[in-house]
């Protein structure tokens, strides 16, 4: 099943496109803000885009399950205080101990880390950690098949976490109505058309039943297909199984438009999901991006650079991380105290 899947994948590899020159990628562009520029790194890291590609090319040949891991970071990462690699930060009240976030992928977190360690190597300790996210996800989204996205960069590292209550307030449940989903984006500042776009993102990786076994018991939701409920209650026999199901049955592992296609068909695995499609606002959006692939990828592109650039901190905001699981200040070590005591 997994080498089934990879197939596609690595075809897929072979033909991705050379990264565009910065000017075709302007020319191609969305504009600029919020102190966000497409030459950030250009004359302090110039082979910053090479390095995120061939690692990320790597990464995904290692583990397919990156992609999911790394969008779903960089989802919870943007959604709660912006994208400022706050959830990146472990410890005992750190985001990543909020339930929505104790089932982030440890392999992709660790991408992360390994990238900033190669960049720095490079460059020096220039590119934070919430720019290598954006760019490690957006490579990790063209690498398995969907979009080209272009964005801009220059965002710094947060000095703390968010609290766990800001996180539980700010991720959408799985059981949340359109009506809850739309309030959510709109406090963000996304629209209709971005909600359904950016749950696309639920064309590749994994829920765990307790997740969705609200649909199955104590009676299957009538909006789900009977055929495809019976199937997750082989996979979640009870509500509190640990089991996963993965969340686009056609191809797991792909990012493409399938999602909605599953979504028309009523196999749609959250409560989130399949109500795109029951709601007036949100259905002939699904029936859209379900009919055509190119449409769904553009406006993914669009939601993705304004989710990028939700609350960042710029210029002498924040600071570069050394390491993106602490901030800077949580120790020195010994070459950083010998240099700061020269
Ligand atoms: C619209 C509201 C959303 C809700 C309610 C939601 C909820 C969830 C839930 C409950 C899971 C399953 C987690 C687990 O059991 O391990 C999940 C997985 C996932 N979500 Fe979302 N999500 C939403 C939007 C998004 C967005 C905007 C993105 C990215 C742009 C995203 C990317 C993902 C990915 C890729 C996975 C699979 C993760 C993996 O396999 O490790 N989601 N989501």
Do not use: W
Not at 20 to 34: L, R, Y
Not at 177 to 204: I, M, Q, R
């Amino acid at each position: 099943m997994q080498a089934m899947a990879l197939t596609p994948l690595l075809l897929l590899l072979c033909s991705i496109p050379f990264l565009p020159s910065i000017s075709e990628a302007q020319e191609m562009n969305v504009t600029e803000a919020n102190g966000l520029s497409f030459d950030f790194y250009k004359k302090t890291c110039p082979s910053l885009e090479s390095i995120v590609r061939s690692r990320m090319t790597a990464a995904l040949r290692s583990d397919i399950g990156n992609v999911a891991g790394l969008l779903r970071i960089f989802f919870h990462d943007c959604f709660v205080q912006g994208c400022d690699a706050s959830v990146l930060l472990t410890g005992s009240s750190s985001e990543q101990s909020a339930v929505p976030n104790q089932t982030l992928r440890p392999n992709a977190l660790a991408v992360i880390n390994d990238l900033r360690n190669l960049i720095e190597a490079k460059c020096g300790r220039v590119v934070s950690c919430a720019d290598i996210t954006v760019l490690a996800t957006r490579d990790a989204v063209l690498l398995s098949g969907g979009p080209q996205i272009n964005i801009p960069l220059g965002r710094r590292d947060s000095l703390k976490p968010a609290s766990v209550n800001t996180v539980n307030a700010n991720l959408p449940s799985p059981v949340s109505t359109v009506t809850d989903l739309l309030e959510a984006f709109k406090a963000n500042k996304l629209g209709p058309e971005d909600l359904v776009a950016l749950s696309g993102a639920h064309t590749v990786g994994v829920g765990h039943c307790n997740t969705f076994t609200n649909r199955l018991f104590p009676t299957v939701d009538p909006t789900m297909d009977p055929t495809f409920a019976k199937q997750l209650q082989k996979t979640c026999p009870t509500s509190g199984s640990p089991n996963t199901q993965v969340l686009d049955i056609q191809t797991p592992n792909i990012f493409d438009n399938k999602y909605y296609v599953n979504l028309v068909n009523r196999r749609g695995v959250f409560t989130s999901d399949q109500g795109l499609f029951g709601d007036s606002r949100t259905k002939p959006i699904v029936r859209r991006f379900a009919a055509d692939q190119q449409k769904f990828f553009t406006e993914f592109a669009n939601a993705m650079v304004k989710l990028s650039q939700l609350g960042v901190l710029t210029g002498s905001q924040g600071e570069i991380r050394k390491n993106c699981a602490k901030p800077n200040s949580a120790g020195l070590d010994l070459l950083d105290y010998l240099l700061a005591t020269e």
